[in-house]
C-alpha cells in the first residue's frame, strides 16, 4: 500500500491540476472518490536485452480506485503496468534503482494528485484535467531527489497510466458495459476537437474504435539481443519448462510473426542477426508445415542516424531478400527527441518498409511532427495511459498512418488492457506478450481465467474473453 503524503503535498499536487473541463456534471460522468496503489516485484526467467541494456526483472505498478457517478452510482477499478524505467527513463548518469525509486516517488505524488481532484466527467476529461499535474510532480520529484537528469515526459505517461487505467475501467463497470463502449455520444459528449483542437472538429471518438474486438490477433514473439536461437547458442540451460530457443518457441506457441531487436551500433551484427533469425525461422516452420514468418525490427532509437537505417536496409536486400520482404515494419530507429534530431528525415526509408515511432510518441504534437519527417506509423501502448492510447489511435487513422499496437513486457491484467487496445483499433496486425517468455511468474493465476491470451498453442491471441465490463481484468 502506498505511503501517506502531507497535506500541503496533496494542495499543491491539486492546485497543479488545474480546472475541471466540464461545467455541470452529467449524471453519466463520474468523480473519483478513493484511490490507491501497491507493487509487485518479479525477476525475469532470462534477460531481455533491447536498446544495448539488459533487464532483468519487473515492478508492476498496481491501481485501485473507486468512482461516483452523478448519479450516485459507485463501483470499483483496477489498472496495473510495469514501471518500465529502462525503457521511459533511459539515464547516463543515474542507475536502475535511481530511476525506479523516482518513478515510485512520482507514483506517491500521482496518487495524491489523483485522490484530491474532485471535479465529474469522462474519464477523458479527468485525464486532461490531471495531466498538467502530473507533469507538474515530476518536476518536484526531480527537484526533491536532485537527480541528475529530469524526469521525462513519457516516464510520466507510463507511471501514470494505471491511474488512468483504473478510472477508466470503473467508469466501465459503474456503467455495467465494456470501457471500449464508453467512448460514443451517449456517455461522451463532443467530438475529438474537446481533446485534440479544431482541426478534428466533427469527429467522434467512437468512429475509429471498434465495438467489438477481433477475434484473433497474431502473437507477436519477441527476439532480445541476447536470445539463444539454436540449442548451440544456450549457454546456460534453464531447466524450467519452458522453451529456450527459436524453433523451441515456434513449436511451442505455433508463432509465425516475430519481433527482432537490434543493436542500431553495429552494421554486419544488425543485418546477420535478422537473416540469421530468418534463417532458423524458415527451417523450423518447413519442419512442422508452418506459415510463412513475419518480421518486425525494433531499433529502440539507437542508430546514430537514418543514414545507418538506410545501409542497413540495403545490405539486409542484398544479403537476405526473402528476409526483408517478411518485413511489416521497422520501430523506432533513431533518437526518440525529434526536436533535436529533425535533420534524420525518415522519407526515403519508409517508401520501402513503414518506419513507426514509439518513444518519440508523447502526444499529438509528436505524432504530426514524426509525419512532418517522414514517419508513416506509430506505435500504441497501454503503457502511455488509456486515454492517450485512444486519441492515438483516432488521430493516426485520420491521418491514414499504419498502426501497431506493443507492449512492456506486460503480465497480467496490463496484458489484458493491451490485447484489448489491439483488438478494438481497426488495422492493427498483431500483438506483442513478451512476459509470457521473460516473466511468467507475473502471469500465473491468469491462464485458467484468460487462456485465450496466456495459452497459446496456434501463434494466435483470441479475444473472447474479454466479454467483461471495464477492461475486462479481474484480479
Request: proline share 5%; charged share 20%; hydrophobic share 40%.
Given at each position: 500500500?502506498?505511503?501517506?503524503?502531507?497535506?500541503?503535498?496533496?494542495?499543491?499536487?491539486?492546485?497543479?491540476?488545474?480546472p475541471?473541463?466540464?461545467a455541470?456534471?452529467?449524471?453519466?460522468?463520474?468523480?473519483?472518490?478513493?484511490?490507491?496503489?501497491?507493487?509487485?516485484?518479479?525477476?525475469?526467467?532470462?534477460?531481455?536485452?533491447?536498446?544495448?541494456?539488459?533487464?532483468?526483472?519487473?515492478?508492476l505498478l498496481?491501481?485501485?480506485c473507486?468512482?461516483?457517478t452523478?448519479?450516485?452510482?459507485?463501483?470499483?477499478g483496477?489498472?496495473?503496468?510495469?514501471?518500465?524505467?529502462?525503457?521511459?527513463?533511459?539515464?547516463?548518469?543515474?542507475?536502475?534503482?535511481?530511476?525506479?525509486?523516482?518513478?515510485?516517488?512520482?507514483?506517491?505524488?500521482i496518487?495524491?494528485v489523483?485522490?484530491?481532484?474532485?471535479?465529474?466527467?469522462?474519464?477523458?476529461?479527468?485525464?486532461?484535467?490531471?495531466?498538467p499535474?502530473?507533469?507538474?510532480?515530476?518536476?518536484?520529484?526531480t527537484?526533491?531527489?536532485?537527480?541528475?537528469?529530469p524526469?521525462?515526459?513519457?516516464?510520466?505517461?507510463?507511471?501514470?497510466?494505471?491511474?488512468?487505467?483504473?478510472?477508466h475501467d470503473?467508469?466501465?463497470?459503474?456503467?455495467?458495459?465494456?470501457?471500449?463502449?464508453?467512448y460514443?455520444?451517449?456517455?461522451?459528449p463532443g467530438?475529438l476537437?474537446?481533446?485534440?483542437?479544431?482541426?478534428?472538429?466533427?469527429?467522434?471518438?467512437?468512429?475509429?474504435?471498434?465495438?467489438?474486438?477481433?477475434?484473433?490477433?497474431?502473437?507477436?514473439?519477441?527476439?532480445?539481443?541476447?536470445?539463444?536461437?539454436?540449442?548451440?547458442?544456450?549457454?546456460?540451460?534453464?531447466?524450467?519448462?519452458?522453451?529456450q530457443?527459436?524453433p523451441?518457441?515456434?513449436?511451442?506457441?505455433?508463432?509465425?510473426?516475430?519481433?527482432?531487436?537490434?543493436?542500431?551500433?553495429?552494421?554486419?551484427?544488425?543485418?546477420?542477426?535478422?537473416?540469421?533469425?530468418?534463417?532458423?525461422a524458415?527451417?523450423?516452420?518447413?519442419?512442422?508445415?508452418?506459415?510463412?514468418?513475419?518480421?518486425?525490427?525494433?531499433?529502440?532509437?539507437?542508430?546514430?542516424?537514418?543514414?545507418?537505417?538506410?545501409?542497413?536496409?540495403?545490405?539486409?536486400?542484398?544479403?537476405s531478400?526473402d528476409?526483408?520482404?517478411?518485413?511489416?515494419?521497422?520501430e523506432?530507429?533513431?533518437?526518440?527527441?525529434?526536436?533535436?534530431?529533425?535533420?534524420?528525415?525518415?522519407t526515403?526509408?519508409?517508401?520501402?518498409?513503414?518506419?513507426?515511432?514509439?518513444?518519440?510518441?508523447?502526444?499529438?504534437?509528436?505524432?504530426?511532427?514524426?509525419?512532418?519527417?517522414?514517419?508513416?506509423?506509430?506505435?500504441l501502448?497501454?503503457?502511455?495511459?488509456?486515454?492517450?492510447?485512444v486519441?492515438?489511435?483516432?488521430?493516426?487513422?485520420?491521418h491514414?498512418?499504419?498502426?501497431?499496437?506493443?507492449?512492456?513486457?506486460?503480465?497480467?491484467?496490463?496484458?489484458?488492457?493491451?490485447?484489448?487496445?489491439?483488438?478494438?483499433?481497426?488495422?492493427?496486425?498483431?500483438?506483442?506478450?513478451?512476459?509470457?517468455?521473460?516473466?511468467?511468474?507475473?502471469?500465473?493465476?491468469w491462464?485458467?481465467?484468460?487462456?485465450g491470451i496466456?495459452a497459446?498453442?496456434d501463434?494466435?491471441?483470441?479475444?473472447?474473453e474479454?466479454?467483461?465490463?471495464?477492461?475486462?481484468?479481474?484480479?
Amino acid at each position: 500500500m502506498a505511503g501517506v503524503m502531507s497535506r500541503r503535498t496533496f494542495l499543491a499536487g491539486a492546485a497543479a491540476a488545474g480546472p475541471a473541463l466540464v461545467a455541470g456534471a452529467r449524471p453519466t460522468d463520474i468523480r473519483i472518490e478513493h484511490i490507491e496503489h501497491a507493487y509487485e516485484e518479479y525477476r525475469y526467467r532470462a534477460p531481455y536485452k533491447f536498446g544495448g541494456v539488459a533487464v532483468d526483472r519487473v515492478t508492476l505498478l498496481n491501481v485501485r480506485c473507486v468512482v461516483r457517478t452523478a448519479a450516485g452510482h459507485e463501483a470499483a477499478g483496477f489498472g496495473s503496468m510495469p514501471m518500465g524505467n529502462v525503457w521511459s527513463f533511459p539515464s547516463r548518469f543515474l542507475t536502475y534503482d535511481q530511476t525506479l525509486a523516482a518513478m515510485k516517488a512520482l507514483a506517491e505524488r500521482i496518487s495524491a494528485v489523483t485522490a484530491v481532484y474532485r471535479e465529474y466527467g469522462h474519464p477523458l476529461d479527468l485525464n486532461a484535467a490531471l495531466e498538467p499535474g502530473y507533469l507538474h510532480a515530476a518536476q518536484q520529484v526531480t527537484a526533491a531527489q536532485k537527480l541528475a537528469e529530469p524526469i521525462p515526459k513519457l516516464c510520466t505517461l507510463v507511471t501514470a497510466s494505471p491511474f488512468d487505467a483504473a478510472i477508466h475501467d470503473a467508469f466501465g463497470k459503474v456503467h455495467g458495459r465494456s470501457t471500449w463502449l464508453t467512448y460514443g455520444p451517449d456517455l461522451l459528449p463532443g467530438d475529438l476537437s474537446r481533446y485534440l483542437g479544431s482541426e478534428y472538429t466533427g469527429r467522434r471518438l467512437s468512429d475509429y474504435l471498434l465495438a467489438r474486438p477481433v477475434a484473433m490477433l497474431p502473437l507477436y514473439h519477441s527476439v532480445g539481443a541476447l536470445d539463444p536461437l539454436t540449442e548451440a547458442d544456450v549457454r546456460e540451460p534453464l531447466h524450467d519448462g519452458l522453451p529456450q530457443t527459436l524453433p523451441q518457441w515456434i513449436a511451442y506457441n505455433g508463432i509465425d510473426h516475430i519481433k527482432i531487436k537490434l543493436n542500431g551500433d553495429d552494421l554486419v551484427w544488425d543485418v546477420d542477426r535478422v537473416a540469421g533469425i530468418h534463417r532458423v525461422a524458415a527451417e523450423a516452420q518447413a519442419r512442422r508445415n508452418g506459415r510463412e514468418c513475419v518480421y518486425s525490427l525494433d531499433f529502440n532509437e539507437r542508430c546514430r542516424n537514418v543514414e545507418y537505417l538506410l545501409e542497413f536496409i540495403h545490405r539486409l536486400k542484398e544479403t537476405s531478400p526473402d528476409a526483408f520482404r517478411r518485413i511489416q515494419y521497422i520501430e523506432q530507429p533513431t533518437a526518440r527527441d525529434l526536436n533535436a534530431s529533425r535533420h534524420n528525415l525518415m522519407t526515403k526509408a519508409s517508401k520501402l518498409v513503414p518506419v513507426v515511432i514509439d518513444e518519440s510518441l508523447t502526444g499529438l504534437d509528436a505524432l504530426m511532427l514524426a509525419q512532418e519527417m517522414g514517419y508513416t506509423g506509430a506505435a500504441l501502448k497501454a503503457c502511455k495511459g488509456q486515454s492517450q492510447a485512444v486519441l492515438m489511435a483516432a488521430a493516426g487513422q485520420i491521418h491514414k498512418m499504419f498502426l501497431c499496437v506493443q507492449d512492456l513486457t506486460c503480465p497480467g491484467a496490463s496484458l489484458i488492457h493491451s490485447v484489448g487496445l489491439a483488438a478494438h483499433v481497426p488495422g492493427v496486425a498483431g500483438i506483442e506478450a513478451n512476459a509470457r517468455q521473460f516473466v511468467p511468474a507475473a502471469n500465473r493465476g491468469w491462464e485458467t481465467h484468460f487462456p485465450g491470451i496466456f495459452a497459446i498453442r496456434d501463434g494466435l491471441i483470441r479475444t473472447t474473453e474479454l466479454s467483461g465490463n471495464g477492461l475486462g481484468a479481474v484480479p
